[in-house]
């Protein structure tokens, strides 16, 4: 079985207009709701094998939250920082893990989860959370196929 967690990172921060886009941190509201949604993630079952992310601070800062719930190493990936769909599920299916974690950004989350929810999931607000089942066990059967299940989880 392979099993995908998409991860739009949490709130950011706008009030500082001299900082580069990549180095926004979450705002008050990110910070209350990345560890409450990665508690919400660990008590339905999920765990990754691995957790990626983009390199952009507001990204990091969502995925250690999820790292410290889960117990799991973040590993960080400069390609995903505005990545398109297609490339955020080939950074997934690169690990060969059973269970990934992607922390990413939009528009590339939304797509990528509403193509695999055959347009169930229409928006990724931040700090949602969608997870994607198949009853494979390889990567390249996996992403060919449309999951055999998925869930969809907000903080609001």
Not at 19 to 42: K, Q, S, T
Request: hydrophobic share 45%.
């Amino acid at each position: 079985m392979i099993r995908l967690a998409l991860v739009r990172h949490a709130k950011s921060d706008w009030g500082d207009p001299g900082l580069a886009d990549h180095d926004r941190p979450l705002n008050d509201r990110g910070l209350r709701d990345a560890p409450v949604m990665a508690a919400r993630l660990a008590a339905s079952g999920f765990r990754p094998d691995v957790i990626l992310s983009s390199t952009a601070l507001r990204a990091r800062t969502t995925a250690e939250a999820f790292a410290a719930e889960l117990e799991v190493a973040v590993s960080l990936d400069p390609e995903l920082y505005g990545a398109p769909a297609g490339n955020l599920l080939a950074a997934a299916a690169t690990t060969r893990a059973a269970s990934v974690m992607v922390v990413a950004h939009d528009p590339g989350m939304t797509v990528l989860a509403g193509r695999l929810s055959g347009n169930g999931i229409t928006h990724m607000p931040t700090c949602a959370v969608a997870t994607f089942t198949w009853l494979q066990d390889d990567w390249d059967v996996a992403t060919a196929l449309d999951p055999d299940d998925w869930t969809f989880d907000t903080p609001h």
